[in-house]
Nanobody
């Protein structure tokens, strides 16, 4: 069974930084697009940043210039460096993998982690 495990969330003051990590468990051949989404209380889930296996990135306008997504394909891990955090960044951050290859012509689509809470408050 493929699982994504996030870590690195917590409480931080406005202007502070956090680095989130998301690692895939189980035996995996490769992962296509990976990304981070977030969901605040009472709001819909929204895209934060995505990155293809080749390194192309996409960011929500609200985080451009403050957040940086990166990934280590050898470790099947994706990161989100968050700087200049604002109270409105408070949310549960979820990791997503578009397609996880587990063997020859074997894959699992749309895998989600359990989420990690990020709270920005003074």
């Amino acid at each position: 069974q493929v699982q994504l495990v996030e870590s690195g969330g917590g409480l931080v003051q406005p202007g502070g930084s956090l680095r989130l990590s998301c690692a895939a468990s189980a035996s995996i051949v490769a992962i296509d697009g990976m990304g981070w989404y977030r969901q605040a209380p009472g709001k819909q889930r929204e895209l934060v940043a995505t990155m293809t296996r080749g390194g192309s990135t996409n960011y929500a306008d609200s985080v451009k210039g403050r957040f940086t997504i990166s990934r280590d394909n050898a470790k099947n891990t994706v990161y989100l460096q968050m700087n200049s955090l604002k109270p409105e960044d408070t949310a549960v951050y979820l990791c997503n993998a578009e397609r996880v290859w587990i063997g020859f012509l074997k894959y699992v689509d749309d895998v989600w982690g359990q989420g990690t809470q990020v709270t920005v408050s003074s």
